[in-house]
């Protein structure tokens, strides 16, 4: 299947600190997804990305798209505690396989 | 209410007894999908439909087995469960299964199995 690779893998941060996720790929993707599970809550969609370069800003949280399509970043600005979950990226190199990341689990400490 | 539903929410069992977890969606998506969550290995795919009687397999389909006789509901089946299959599993849907026309996946609450 597909190697994704999403580091860190887990992120303690100060509340008001910035957090960032990567998402590597192998291989050229035709978009990418983003989605945040809560702590004992499921997958939830937050965005999808298509364009070389793309970004996408969402409140606090700016999400980008690579020029080569291979790699893609979510930025949060200044975390909350309401920002505490884990981040998976979802990449697409084709059609109906949905292939997602490893997650980034973020602590927030207040 | 738009919702993925799945049961049980939590399920205790023996290795080598035969279970199915059912899912049902009430959005009329063409397109269902389950996942298992491990620690440290994110959601992989076990099995997708893109509609009735059409199934594939995902990254890890050894030991499960689907069905889709109905568009609303994609059942997961165990046939005999061992304890590498103790996890989190998750259904989702989406309307065509299409990710360039920016579909996007709704999931189940999930449904935690562990087999002794």
């Known amino acids: 299947g597909q190697q994704v690779m999403q580091i860190p893998q887990y992120q303690h941060v100060q509340e008001g600190e910035d957090f960032t996720t990567y998402c590597n790929s192998s291989?050229?993707?035709?978009?990418i997804q983003w989605y945040k599970q809560r702590p004992g809550g499921h997958p939830v969609f937050l965005i999808q990305?298509?364009?070389?370069?793309e970004v996408k800003k969402q409140k606090r949280l700016t999400f980008q798209f690579g020029e080569a399509k291979k790699n893609s970043s979510l930025h949060i600005t200044a975390t909350q505690t309401t920002d505490v979950g884990t981040y998976f990226c979802a990449p697409s190199g084709g059609y109906q396989k949905v292939t997602f990341g490893t997650g980034t689990k973020l602590q927030v400490i207040p | 209410e738009a919702q993925v539903t799945q049961n049980p929410r939590y399920l205790i069992t023996v290795t080598g007894k035969k279970l199915t977890v059912t899912c049902s969606q009430n959005m009329n998506h063409e397109y269902m999908s389950w996942y298992r969550q491990d620690p440290g290995l994110g959601l992989r795919q076990i099995y997708y439909s893109m509609n009735v009687e059409v199934t594939d397999k995902g990254d890890v389909p050894e030991g499960y087995k689907v069905s889709r006789k109905e568009k609303r509901n994609f059942p997961l089946i165990l046939e005999s469960p061992s304890p590498n299959q103790t996890s989190l599993y998750f259904c989702a849907s989406s309307l065509f299964g299409n990710r360039l026309g920016g579909e996007k996946l709704f999931f189940g609450s999930g449904t935690q199995l562990s087999v002794l």
């Open positions: 291989t050229t993707l035709s978009n």
């Open positions: 990305l298509v364009k070389s370069g």
